[in-house]
């Protein structure tokens, strides 16, 4: 397994030091960071560098793609979260704060299992700080270097982000030319893991069961298929019922989409009791801070509340089919989503000059470097008055 020395990264980050390696840290390795003498990892694959510079680079990154939302979404009542949520943040007593919390989100992990139904059980979930904390001791804990790790060109941004953090070699497949997941691709040849986002992002577009339960007869059982369902309650199909025969499945979801807090931070992992205990092993080994007191109670109370959020993102669904169809038939291309945003294209445009001239009229959409979708956009949806506001400014386009 590849680990890094986590302490010799702080320290370089802390110290401001450049990498002192002799390669200047041209072969970006973390394993190698600051110490002297030949290169050692001229025949290893390229990494992320954990030079003082690299290390600052992926944090203004992160910020950086950080996806913004329409300055009229920023008030939105109708996409908050449910009521239930909002009383168990009024009643809660902050003189609880004296205790830590509950190191094992037990009672959150009860109510995630009930609230995801039949066949799950605490002991299938692991809760931590957002899905980017789970997505970061799953990349920790179940990949290693003996092979790389497979994921889509086009996918989260992260996931080669974590792979540079923990020294873990990876491959990005392309994608097919309809923009879905190229599944033959993703199999071929070695890999120690495979990672993607269902429905993907910035794509939108679903990997429907039947061809994600054909990928997993494919692929060896003994290696991790992790699915980040970030996006799953927009009318995509979870591939929860399938975590019952293929146990090297894991399937990471978050609070902050469709639950509507992104701000307390909450993700999960549900998966086969054996990879969560392995999970709890890792973050128990060094970082065990568990979710917070108050975000573990306001979990139990919105999974106690799913007509709420059923109803709210059906709207959504219902207005990112009606916004759709309108761009449509301004001649954009847009990608069949079944995410809450869509991925479109101006027919003769590119992504940076729609995103200039949108952004001008006080609306923020996100556009893509990445040669292979810098002809599109990424516009979140938002609520039906939100996206005619946006069509009037793009029908100008
Ligand atoms: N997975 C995907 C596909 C995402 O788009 C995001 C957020 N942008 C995350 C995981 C992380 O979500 P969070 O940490 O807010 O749970």
């Not at 290390?55 to 950086?64: E, G, Q």
Request: proline share 8%; glycine share 8%.
């Amino acid at each position: 397994m590849a680990r890094q020395n986590g302490f010799l990264v702080l320290n370089q980050f802390f110290s401001g030091a450049a990498c002192r390696h002799p390669c200047r840290g041209i072969c970006n390795s973390v394993k190698y960071a600051g110490t002297q003498g030949p290169c050692p990892c001229l025949n290893r694959r390229p990494h992320v560098c954990p030079s003082f510079f690299s290390i600052a680079s992926l944090y203004s990154r992160r910020a950086a793609e950080r996806p913004p939302l329409h300055k009229t979404q920023r008030k939105r009542k109708s996409l908050s979260p449910s009521p239930e949520v909002q009383k168990a943040v009024r009643e809660f007593d902050a003189g609880q704060y004296r205790l830590y919390p509950d190191p094992d989100s037990n009672a959150l992990r009860n109510a995630i299992a009930g609230m995801l139904g039949p066949g799950i059980t605490p002991d299938m979930v692991f809760a931590g700080n957002g899905s980017d904390e789970v997505l970061s001791f799953i990349f920790f804990t179940l990949f290693d270097s003996d092979a790389p790790l497979h994921f889509p060109e086009y996918t989260y941004s992260f996931y080669p982000v974590y792979c540079g953090y923990y020294d873990i070699p990876f491959r990005k497949i392309p994608l097919a030319s309809d923009f879905s997941l190229d599944c033959g691709a993703l199999l071929e040849g070695d890999s120690s893991g495979l990672i993607f986002a269902n429905p993907n992002a910035p794509t939108g577009i679903f990997l429907e069961l039947p061809e994600l339960e054909r990928l997993l007869d494919r692929y060896p059982s003994g290696r991790p298929v992790v699915v980040d369902e970030a996006y799953i309650d927009f009318g995509g199909e979870t591939a929860l019922p399938l975590l019952e025969k293929y146990k090297n499945l894991v399937i990471v979801r978050t609070f902050s989409k469709s639950f509507c807090f992104a701000g307390a931070r909450l993700g999960y992992a549900v998966a086969d009791p054996g990879i969560i205990r392995a999970l709890f092993t890792a973050k128990d080994s060094f970082n065990h801070f568990p979710v917070d007191r108050l975000t573990q109670e306001i979990g139990v109370a919105a999974c106690g509340d799913p007509g709420y959020y059923k109803k709210i993102n059906t709207e959504i669904i219902q207005t990112r089919g009606l916004f759709s169809a309108e761009l449509e038939k301004l001649g954009w291309t847009v990608l069949p989503s079944r995410a809450n945003f869509v991925f479109v294209r101006h027919p003769s445009l590119n992504g940076r000059e729609v995103y200039e001239y949108i952004k001008k009229q006080g609306v923020l959409v996100r556009y893509f470097d990445s040669p292979g979708i810098a002809g599109f956009v990424r516009i979140s949806i938002g609520t039906p008055d939100d996206m005619r506001q946006l069509l009037d400014i793009m029908k100008n386009l």
